[in-house]
């Protein structure tokens, strides 16, 4: 796996937890804004049967056990990269790439923050970055 690929899963996984973050609050939303009943008998010839907000509350308790665990796999990541990014002896390249992999910035935001030009940080600066910390994995 190249450098690139490595920290990329960084910024992909925060991306998912932040996916399944939004799916937490539609389902908690959907489960408060129902009211539970329970239904006895019926065409099945009894028992009870669930009710939908006992399902988005069971939905949202199993999902959140899922972003726990992905919560801890980035946790691992970010350590694990900011160890090797650390490494990198040229200031500017360890500032990008921690901005951009593990505080998850954008390009724009990058170059404000560094006060350099979008087209310098994306095409000259990162590929170097890259380079610098290649060795390391």
């Not at 010839?45 to 939908?52: L, R, V």
């Amino acid at each position: 796996m190249s450098a690139k690929e490595y920290l990329q899963q960084i910024r992909n996984l925060d991306s998912e937890i932040n996916a399944k973050l939004d799916q937490c609050d539609l389902l908690r939303t959907m489960a408060t804004r129902l009211t539970t009943t329970l239904y006895l008998g019926g065409k099945s010839g009894g028992g009870i049967k669930k009710s939908n907000a006992e399902k988005y509350v069971v939905r949202f308790a199993d999902l959140s056990d899922e972003i726990n665990r992905d919560i801890d796999r980035l946790i691992d990541l970010k350590s694990e990269a900011i160890k090797k990014i650390n490494k990198v002896d040229i200031r500017k390249y360890r500032v990008l790439l921690l901005q951009r992999y593990v505080n998850v910035k954008t390009w724009e935001q990058i170059a404000v923050d560094m006060d350099l030009s979008y087209v310098h940080v994306v095409h000259n600066l990162h590929p170097q970055a890259l380079r610098a910390i290649e060795k390391f994995f």
